[in-house]
């Protein structure tokens, strides 16, 4: 059986039909044009699924159903689309209105919580029944996953890691509070303080690493040089990762989950980025040595991620039915 | 159908025969002696067990199984206490010792943990699916509710909500780390504040409340004399409520619980501590007003709490066979 897997982003829309091992069999996208109406998206978005199907050679019987994944406050009882702010879409009806042009059944999450289960399903998490997923980019997304079950919390809106305060009064966050744990741990921060650092030590190795040009620093940054034995680098790398431990401990003790996935792109310095984590976290959290130990993973979905946690969606629903 | 519930506690163990509509129909307990091994008390308990039902002229078959809430960390998996650091159990097989001592299917929880469920089942959070508890006391404890089903994480180890960092490099609190939720939301905290307070004003009428004696301040006082308007007190409380109602946020933006269940004595405070977390609340969390509502209730269970919520271990057990 075949899923379609629907990641809706603010630019394109991506769309797979994704097999049971987690494999895209086809694959196509539409753009999100401004300017179009939310209802003309959706319209559309149902016609060329239902022209892939048929172009593809497909029956609706090879398909189990539809998932998508959608930026915004989604309400996955009602199926709706509530605010996505990026798309400026309102009360959309995305289930009632795909489930009747594609005529197969519809789950719609967030698109963070389906990321969580496309990893525990077909990604990093596929041997553990108990995991929280980071995606440390211009925010923190992620999600989590209990009892071999996503968890989506009351109408599939909670799971908001990144908002969870870890500094009280600290930095300002873009959700109007201050301290939460992406205003320390996201990618975004770690380019900030790295340019910060940068600013104050100007014989820093970083500088030769952007060729002068503070404006090419990313998450890398400080990640490279760091391993090149650059004193500032590895201040900025170690705070880091202090910061990630510290929410990540907050998770473990109200969690105790088997493993964590990393995601984004600072996920791709591997055991440099993991280890220490590991380490770090074995000795801080509440009740250790008597609690589970938790391993920390990086993602392995990449830019499937999207596609292949939509997808898991429908087959989710299949087997909890 | 009747349940027993045990409550274990540092000084006593407390053991109630609990109907399906919560009510205790029989009482009794048997105290914890310094001294005694921690096989010899389970041998006792269950012998002491076994002698009331007699006495109660009641059969085995009037019982549907055993709940034990355990203080410390308790392995759901095995049954076992892995460690009591007040009790100074270790390795401790509660489950394998008590169900053949009493032929009864018994299951166990942190004491916690238990709490959350009679809340659930029995107490004030009845009418809703998705609760979190927060008791107010020396520590913070309390325990999550997830889609009706009690949630203790991995191994049954998890919901340590105390133990949730909101303010790192923060209070220094009792379990190594700084800046846990515990250390400006708990009883403790909120008495040692008030007591700070009274020492920065010498002119507040909590010198009154307590008769000149900072010895006598308790979690009620700074509430009772903000009450009367005393400006030090109203502002010992509202730094209180801010603290609480920041924890909350993250408990909020995680789960989306339906309602937030306070506990502990100063819960005896009812509408005056309630409405105006519900209020801030309203204003903090992310996403709203996308999200749903949460309310804030005091806790209905008081001193049986214990009692209830592990009798409630074993309704939960048989419901979801």
Known sequence: MLAIGIDI?????????VNERGEITHRFRMAVLKGVSQGQIMKELGDLVNAEIEDAGLHYSDFIGVGVGCPGSINTLTGRCDFSP???????????????????????????NAAMLGEAMFGA???????????????????????????????????????????????????????????YASASALIADTKKAMKKNKDSKMWDYVHGNIDTVNGATAFECAKLGDQTAMEVV??????LTYGIVNF??????????????????????????????????????????VRILVSKLGNDAGILGAASLAFEKVQNQ
Not at 9 to 17: A, C, E, L, P, V
């Open 9 to 17: 982003g603010g630019m394109s829309i991506k769309i797979g039909f």
């Open 86 to 112: 990026n798309l400026d879409w309102h009360d959309l009806d995305i289930v009632g209105m795909l489930s009747s042009s594609i005529g197969l059944p519809v789950r719609i999450a967030n698109d963070a």
């Open 252 to 293: 473990c003790n109200i969690f105790r989950p088997d493993a964590v996935i990393l995601g984004g792109g600072i996920s791709g310095q591997k055991e440099y980025l993991t280890r220490p984590i590991e380490e770090k976290l074995a000795e801080l959290h509440y009740g250790f040595p008597m609690t589970p130990k």
């Open 125 to 183: 998490g596929k041997d553990f029944k108990n995991l929280v997923l980071l995606t440390l980019g211009t925010g923190v997304g992620g999600g989590v996953y209990i009892d071999g079950k996503l968890f989506e919390g009351n109408e599939g809106k909670g799971g908001e890691v990144g908002h969870t305060i870890i500094r009280l009064g600290g930095r300002q966050c873009s959700c109007g509070l201050r301290g939460c744990f992406e205003t």
């Open 238 to 243: 170690e705070n880091y990762e202090m910061w």
